[in-house]
């Protein structure tokens, strides 16, 4: 069964300083990795997507993420964080194999409240 | 303007009272899904739908149900509420449900708190 690990559940930065907020997998097939970003009081929108091709993903917002196959990471960064940066935000990941027609399983990681300090 | 809406934002009930919490889409997707959020656990998929009278349990339906009638509502059904059902709900929808790249639209969600 496919997981998601996100070692930090809080993430206090000050603002312009830089973020990384961790995101490991687990699964032995191909993966479709994404992260998605909670502002308060909404649901969630997604940020950005790793399907296949080039291993650096830029995303909204001047956020980009990393994946890494050898260490099963997908770490999201931003190089100068803004107070509205301040939300939740989830790692996700789908695996294959996928049955034509079936449902794609999405799962999300617990989550990192990142918070931007003035 | 493309939108899941959910209905209540709030909710406070007691145990074992009825509840229905309304979910509507207006672009036309096949896929809809129900989520509850967690302190700790994420998002946990309830039960999911891809089409018009298709439903399908998710990872944690005990408790739940959930009906598709017709193709831009699936309204979440809590026949008997317990305290360990309260939540921050999440309805989404997406246009089939089956492709990787297909962008997912959440409601605002709904808290929900069973006493």
């Known amino acids: 069964a496919q997981s998601v690990t996100q070692l930090d559940s809080q993430v206090p930065v000050f603002e312009e300083a830089p973020v990384e907020l961790r995101c490991n997998y687990s699964s032995s097939v191909s993966v479709y990795l994404f992260w998605y970003v909670q502002y308060p009081n909404q649901g969630l929108q997604l940020l950005l997507k790793y399907l296949s091709g080039s291993t650096l993903v830029k995303g909204i917002n001047g956020f980009e993420a990393e994946f890494n196959k050898s260490q099963t990471s997908f770490h999201l960064r931003k190089p100068s964080v803004h107070i509205s940066d301040t939300a939740e935000y989830f790692c996700a990941v789908i695996t294959e194999p996928l049955s034509s027609g079936s449902a794609r399983q999405l799962t999300f990681g617990s989550g990192t409240q990142l918070t931007v300090l003035p | 303007e493309a939108q899941v809406t959910q209905n209540p934002r709030y909710l406070i009930t007691v145990t074992g009272k009825k509840l229905t919490v309304t979910c509507s889409q207006n672009m036309n997707h096949e896929y809809m899904s129900w989520y509850r959020q967690d302190p700790g656990l994420g998002l946990r998929q309830i039960y999911y739908?891809?089409?018009?009278?298709?439903?399908d349990k998710g990872d944690v339906p005990e408790g739940y149900k959930v009906s598709r009638k017709e193709k831009r509502n699936f309204p979440l059904i809590l026949e008997s509420p317990s305290p360990n059902q309260t939540s921050l709900y999440f309805c989404?929808?997406?246009?089939?449900?089956?492709?990787?790249?297909?962008?997912?639209?959440f409601g605002s969600g709904t808290q929900l708190s069973v006493l």
């Open positions: 989404a929808s997406s246009m089939t449900g089956t492709a990787t790249n297909e962008k997912l639209f």
């Open positions: 739908s891809m089409n018009v009278e298709v439903t």
